[in-house]
């Protein structure tokens, strides 16, 4: 490849989202229609229970949601993500189960998943855990902290009921913006506080 056809920007304009089997699954299609048209690559991993829930609540499989370039085998540790190398400018769990947080909390690489969180702490990239579960034990805890600690950004699904949404996909999508905001991805007509009226 000659100079004039590389890139100075090492991470690319691509994400990576894994899905895995909590609850929550609106989270999910909400913040693929928010950043939906950002311009954005979006590759994923699904686990095999993530695409259950998948299924339970949204009636869909992975292959159904739109946003999503291209998947990778939850077992498939030859595909790019499991690599540093990879161009990818950070990644999410959305929705992330207490299991995927266990194994990501303690640098186990049992699946695709755990191996490209634990490539994105190791390369100083954004991670962000869409953790799920309620109510929430003391290895929970403790895995959040764990995490946290070694870079990832604890981010639960939770609306902003004071922007007085008026469906569920509406909360979802306040929730999804935050997520954005996370990953630096710019949102149109993005609601504020401060910016709107409130009544
Ligand atoms: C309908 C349904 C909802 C679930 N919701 C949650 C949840 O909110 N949080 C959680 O930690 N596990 C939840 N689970 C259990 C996980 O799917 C299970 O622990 C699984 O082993 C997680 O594997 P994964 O992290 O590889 O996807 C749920 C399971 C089902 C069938």
């Known amino acids: ?18 899905v895995t089997g909590a609850s929550g ?10 950043i939906a048209g950002s311009g954005i690559e979006v590759h994923g991993i699904c686990s095999s229970s993530g695409r259950k829930v998948l299924w339970m609540e949204e009636g869909v499989t992975p292959a159904d949601l739109k946003g999503i370039a291209r998947w990778f085998a939850e077992d498939d540790f030859t595909a790019p993500p499991a690599s540093g190398s990879s161009r990818y400018r950070g990644m999410a769990v959305l929705p992330c189960s207490m299991g995927t947080l266990a194994a990501i909390a303690s640098g186990l690489s049992v699946n695709l998943i755990h191996r490209a969180a634990d490539v994105m702490l190791k390369e100083r990239r954004t991670l962000i855990l869409a953790v799920r579960e309620t109510p929430l034990n003391r290895n929970h805890l ?10 990832a950004i604890i981010c639960p699904p939770m609306p902003a009921h004071y922007l007085r949404p008026a469906t569920l996909e509406e909360a979802a999508e306040t929730y999804a913006w935050r997520l954005a905001d996370q990953l630096g991805i710019a949102v149109a007509d993005r609601k504020r506080w401060g910016e709107e009226p409130t009544c």
């Open 1 to 18: 490849m000659s100079p004039a056809h590389q890139t100075n920007n090492a991470t690319g304009e691509r994400l990576l989202i894994a």
């Open 25 to 34: 699954m609106l989270y999910l299609r909400a913040f693929l229609k928010v």
């Open 142 to 151: 403790q895995n959040m902290l764990r995490a946290h600690d070694a870079g």
